[in-house]
C-alpha cells in the first residue's frame, strides 16, 4: 500500500505546492502592505507632498489612472512578462498606492485608521483561512461576487457627482460583504491553481495581488462604513 500519513504520493504532493505557493503569496502581500504602510508615512511626514497631493486634482487622479494600469498591466500580461518585470511592477503598484492612501489621514482619525485596519486584518485572515481550509467548491462565489463588485463599481461612480452620504453608506456596506467574500473566493482559487501545478514566483505575484486588493478594499470599505472623519 502506497501512502504516506494516509495521503496517496498525488495527494501529498498537491499539499506541499498548496502550502508553497500560499506561503509565497502570503510573503509577497504582507511585503506589498509593508511597502505601502511605508510610503504612506513617507508622504505625510512631508507636507509639500501632501499638499501636493490634496490640493491638485489633476495629480491625485493622475496617480490613480497610473495605479489602473499598472494593476490591468500585472493581471492581462503576466503570461508575457519576466518574473523580476512582474515582481517590479507589483512594488511600483504598492508604493504608488501608499502615497495616494496617504489621504485618508487627512480625512480620517488616526484611531479611526488603525481600529479599521485590525478589525480588516481580523476579517480577512479569518475569510482567507476559510478559502484556504474548506473542502467546499466555490466557484459559483466567482460569478456572483463579480456581478456585486460590478454593482460596487458602477454604484460609486454615480455617487461621485450625486454626492449622497446615504447612498455611499450603503455600497460601503455591500462593499464589504463583497470584498469579504472575495477574500475566501480568492484565497480558494489560489489554492486550487496549484493543484493544477501552477506555481512559481509569477503566479505567486498575481495571487499576492489579488489578495492585496482584497485587504485594501476591504479597509477601504470598512472605513468609509465605520470611520470617524476628522
Request: net charge positive; no cysteine; hydrophobic share 55%.
Amino acid at each position: 500500500m502506497n501512502e504516506f500519513n494516509g495521503y496517496s504520493p498525488s495527494s501529498a504532493q498537491t499539499i506541499v505546492r498548496q502550502n508553497t505557493l500560499i506561503r509565497q503569496v502570503y510573503a509577497w502581500m504582507g511585503g506589498g502592505l509593508a511597502i505601502t504602510a511605508f510610503m504612506a508615512l513617507f508622504t505625510l511626514s512631508s507636507p509639500t507632498m501632501i499638499r501636493a497631493i490634496a490640493g491638485n486634482r489633476m495629480l491625485f487622479f493622475g496617480l490613480m489612472i497610473g495605479e489602473l494600469a499598472l494593476v490591468f498591466t500585472l493581471s492581462g500580461a503576466i503570461n508575457k512578462l519576466s518574473a523580476s518585470v512582474a515582481t517590479s511592477l507589483f512594488i511600483a503598484y504598492s508604493a504608488l498606492n501608499g502615497v495616494t492612501l496617504s489621504i485618508l489621514a487627512l480625512v480620517y482619525t488616526a484611531e479611526s485608521i488603525s481600529s479599521t485596519f485590525i478589525v480588516t486584518a481580523g476579517m480577512f485572515g479569518a475569510m482567507s483561512m476559510y478559502g484556504y481550509m474548506t473542502k467546499r467548491d466555490l466557484t459559483a462565489w466567482g460569478s456572483f461576487l463579480f456581478m456585486g463588485l460590478i454593482g460596487v463599481v458602477i454604484a460609486s461612480i454615480v455617487n461621485i457627482f450625486v454626492g449622497s452620504s446615504p447612498v455611499a453608506w450603503v455600497i460601503s456596506g455591500i462593499g464589504v460583504i463583497v470584498f469579504t467574500g472575495l477574500t475566501a473566493y480568492d484565497t480558494w482559487k489560489i489554492k486550487e491553481l496549484a493543484a493544477q501545478g501552477i506555481e512559481g514566483r509569477k503566479p505567486a505575484i498575481l495571487g499576492a495581488l489579488t489578495l492585496y486588493l482584497d485587504f485594501i478594499n476591504l479597509f477601504l470599505m470598512l472605513l468609509r462604513f465605520t470611520g470617524n472623519r476628522r
